[in-house]
Nanobody, 127 residues
Framework: QVQLVESGGGLAQAGGSLRLSCAASGRTFSSAAMGWFRQAPGKEREFVATIRWSGGRTHYADFVKNRFTISGDNARNTVYLQMNNLQPEDSAVYFC????????????????????WGQGTQVTVSS
């Protein structure tokens, strides 16, 4: 089992920044990649970004490129999501996810390819 705990959410103004953290514990050595998803009220959960532990390869959703950056700290088993130039449409609950399946490395944007999820952290961006 892997436990994931997100932090760093809150309220930001349009154009502002927030940094989310996701701390993993438990059988973290089995994790191949970690990702961030978000879900706004009435909408489906959508992929934001992912990072592979081995090699650090990253993948982003088109709508966050050049604004969000995902990074990882192997020693701390922690993944970060630096969010810059936030916009009201970025308001959502942001979830951290982890997995070890081969399918995750092939299709990192598919939620079903992740095995573990955090409880989420709320991000609200005011205009």
């Amino acid at each position: 089992q892997v436990q994931l705990v997100e932090s760093g959410g809150g309220l930001a103004q349009a154009g502002g920044s927030l940094r989310l953290s996701c701390a993993a514990s438990g059988r973290t050595f089995s994790s191949a990649a970690m990702g961030w998803f978000r879900q706004a009220p009435g909408k489906e959960r959508e992929f934001v970004a992912t990072i592979r532990w081995s090699g650090g390869r990253t993948h982003y959703a088109d709508f966050v490129k050049n604004r969000f950056t995902i990074s990882g700290d192997n020693a701390r088993n922690t993944v970060y999501l630096q969010m810059n130039n936030l916009q009201p449409e970025d308001s959502a609950v942001y979830f951290c996810a982890s997995g070890s399946r081969l399918s995750l490395l092939i299709k990192p944007a598919t939620p079903d390819n992740y095995d573990y999820w955090g409880q989420g952290t709320q991000v609200t961006v005011s205009s």
